[in-house]
């Protein structure tokens, strides 16, 4: 018994790291691979940082360069923009996701099944219609292009649920993207010596 308990909570914990609420979805790298680059650069300027907005484009602009820069470099690549062979970029954007099942509704299962002696209460009821259907997300997109055609070589995309889009947490956005970056650019190989 007692090994079985230790089993089961060793399986939930791996079970709960697991999840982050975030799915990364990267490109295969065999056209970044092929390209045999060393030296990037952005393909656009920073966002001011001095501007006082509620939008989180601001909040994640500098991280994502910072973190993006630190990884690159890490693997061996330059960020020289007199000799970039490839560009980096990344567009945000809002996105909706049909039957996706929120964090909060831990209530609410997929698969059918029966509880004996349940009644089914109204606030399961409004739970499963407030909860489910249509989701909100947030998306990025980083991609990495080749300079002189300007075609895409690798990117990867990361979205996340919306749980609630009225309060945006700046002071999260720091430490959750630069866990989701890192495991982003996980698939991206070292850079080739010069």
């Known amino acids: 018994m007692r090994i079985t308990n230790i089993l089961a909570y060793g399986i939930l914990s791996l079970t709960v790291l697991g999840c982050s609420g975030v799915e990364i979805q990267p490109a295969d790298t065999d056209r970044f691979i092929a390209g045999n680059y060393l030296y990037y650069q952005w393909r656009t300027d920073p966002l001011p940082s001095d501007v006082r907005s509620s939008d989180p484009a601001y909040a994640i602009d500098p991280v994502m360069r910072r973190d993006v820069n630190a990884d690159l470099q890490s ?34 299962s997929p698969y059918p099944r029966v509880t004996p002696n349940r009644q089914i209460d109204q606030a399961s009821v409004d739970n499963a219609i407030a909860l489910g259907g249509i989701k909100e997300t947030n998306n990025i997109i980083l991609q990495f292009n080749d300079k002189t055609s300007n075609q895409g ?42």
């Open 153 to 194: 070589v690798w990117h990867v995309t990361l979205t996340k649920i919306i749980e609630d889009a009225n309060n945006v947490d700046t002071s999260r956005i720091n430490d959750n993207l630069t866990q989701y970056l890192k495991r982003a650019l996980k698939s991206l190989p070292q850079a080739s010596s010069p």
């Open 75 to 108: 693997k061996g690549y330059v960020l020289n923009p007199e000799r970039a062979q490839f560009t980096v970029g990344y567009i945000l954007m809002n996105g909706m996701v049909q039957g996706a099942t929120s964090d909060l509704a831990s209530n609410i």
